[in-house]
């Protein structure tokens, strides 16, 4: 597959300060790419870098193939966008918001955006200033959108919308990438980053320090399992030592196991005994996350 997305040795220095430093980072086209990093690691300055909203201090990067310094115009016809502080024209409503959004990107009409409106339950015609903080960030998911394009930057997209409306941008963001379009997607929501994504890539300290597929990650995963036995006398110690095990406590019949990936040995001891039930609980993702960049001063 093509790469939509490409930097080599991306640097930006802000005086003295990092942003970020030698980033090698690849998406590719029908790619849903979760960015993830603690405030002050990075994502913005990478955002923004491939938005040509500053220029880098070295490196190169690179968006469907174009150069985001020399042809930064065309490539924004192409990238919707949805910043993470989003502000918008208040005395517009959002009807003349997007007809003149259209005109700027050269679209006929204003593209698919009377649909998404009608589908995310936002009302055009009224003032933007008069809306919600919800509804105005569905005009801002909106924008990005309507006019089809082939790559999505969004930074915390679903800031503000409701359960159901997230569930339906959710599904708007696997269309989009199902029709070829890439998106990058950074979010501090690590159920929304599991959820929607292909992989993840973790910036820690203007570094790229990992990048990895989602079912990786998933497999590094902490679960939680209650085991409740038929009698109370089952020792803890068959279980301590299992690959994976970090803890193990007792509770009478029941013993609550904490794990680290795969459960088939813990499965597979705990049948030497007479088991009752079994009670698994959703593996967390948070400590897989956290782990690339807990020891940061400027932790999230």
Same mark, same amino acid.
């Given at each position: 597959?093509?790469?939509?997305?490409?930097?080599?040795?991306?640097?930006?220095?802000?005086g003295n300060?990092?942003?970020?430093? !030698?980033?090698?980072?690849?998406?590719?086209?029908?790619?849903?790419?979760?960015?993830?990093?603690?405030?002050? *690691?990075?994502?913005? =300055?990478?955002?923004?870098?491939?938005?040509?909203?500053?220029?880098?201090?070295?490196?190169?990067?690179?968006?469907?193939?174009?150069?985001?310094?020399?042809?930064?115009?065309?490539?924004?016809?192409?990238?919707?966008?949805?910043?993470g502080?989003?502000?918008? %024209?208040?005395?517009l409503?959002?009807?003349?918001?997007?007809?003149?959004?259209?005109?700027?990107?050269?679209?006929?009409?204003?593209?698919?955006?009377?649909?998404?409106?009608?589908?995310?339950?936002?009302d055009?015609?009224?003032?933007?200033?008069s809306?919600?903080?919800? +509804?105005?960030?569905?005009?801002?998911?909106?924008?990005?959108?309507m006019?089809?394009?082939?790559?999505?930057?969004?930074?915390?997209? =679903?800031?503000?919308?409701d359960?159901?409306?997230?569930?339906?941008?959710?599904?708007?963001? *696997?269309?989009?990438?199902?029709?070829? $379009?890439?998106?990058?997607?950074?979010?501090?929501?690590?159920?929304?980053?599991?959820?929607?994504?292909?992989?993840?890539?973790?910036?820690?300290?203007?570094?790229?320090?990992?990048?990895? !597929?989602?079912?990786?990650?998933?497999?590094?995963a902490?679960?939680?399992?209650?085991?409740?036995?038929?009698?109370?006398?089952?020792?803890?110690?068959?279980? +301590?030592?299992?690959?994976?095990?970090?803890?193990?406590?007792?509770?009478?019949?029941?013993?609550?196991?904490?794990?680290e990936?795969?459960?088939?040995?813990?499965?597979?001891?705990?049948?030497?005994?007479?088991?009752?039930?079994?009670k698994?609980?959703?593996?967390?993702?948070?400590?897989?996350?956290? $782990? %690339?960049?807990?020891?940061?001063?400027?932790?999230?």
């Open positions: 597959m093509d790469a939509a997305i490409k930097t080599t040795k991306l640097t930006k220095f802000y300060t990092r942003g970020i430093e !030698d980033l090698d980072l690849e998406i590719l086209k029908g790619e849903v790419f979760g960015y993830l990093g603690p405030n002050g *690691a990075g994502k913005s =300055t990478t955002i923004r870098s491939l938005l040509d909203l500053i220029r880098p201090t070295s490196g190169h990067a690179e968006v469907l193939g174009m150069d985001t310094r020399r042809d930064s115009l065309a490539i924004r016809r192409r990238v919707g966008y949805l910043p502080e989003l502000v918008l %024209y208040e005395t409503t959002g009807r003349e918001l997007l007809e003149y959004l259209a005109r700027l990107r050269a679209i006929e009409g204003v593209g698919a955006g009377h649909e998404l409106a009608e589908r995310l339950g936002l055009l015609n009224r003032p933007i200033r809306l919600s903080k919800g +509804n105005k960030q569905k005009v801002g998911v909106v924008q990005a959108f006019h089809s394009p082939d790559v999505l930057v969004l930074d915390e997209p =679903t800031s503000g919308l359960p159901l409306v997230q569930h339906e941008f959710h599904q708007l963001i *696997a269309e989009t990438a199902e029709h070829g $379009s890439a998106l990058l997607l950074s979010s501090h929501v690590l159920s929304e980053i599991e959820h929607v994504t292909h992989r993840v890539g973790i910036v820690r300290r203007g570094h790229l320090v990992a990048v990895e !597929d989602i079912d990786a990650l998933k497999a590094k902490v679960s939680r399992i209650d085991i409740t036995f038929a009698r109370d006398d089952v020792p803890a110690d068959a279980f +301590n030592h299992l690959p994976g095990v970090r803890e193990v406590a007792e509770h009478g019949q029941l013993l609550t196991v904490t794990v990936g795969p459960v088939d040995a813990l499965v597979k001891a705990a049948a030497r005994f007479e088991v009752v039930t079994i698994t609980h959703e593996p967390d993702l948070e400590e897989v996350f956290l $782990s %690339y960049y807990k020891d940061d001063s400027d932790a999230a």
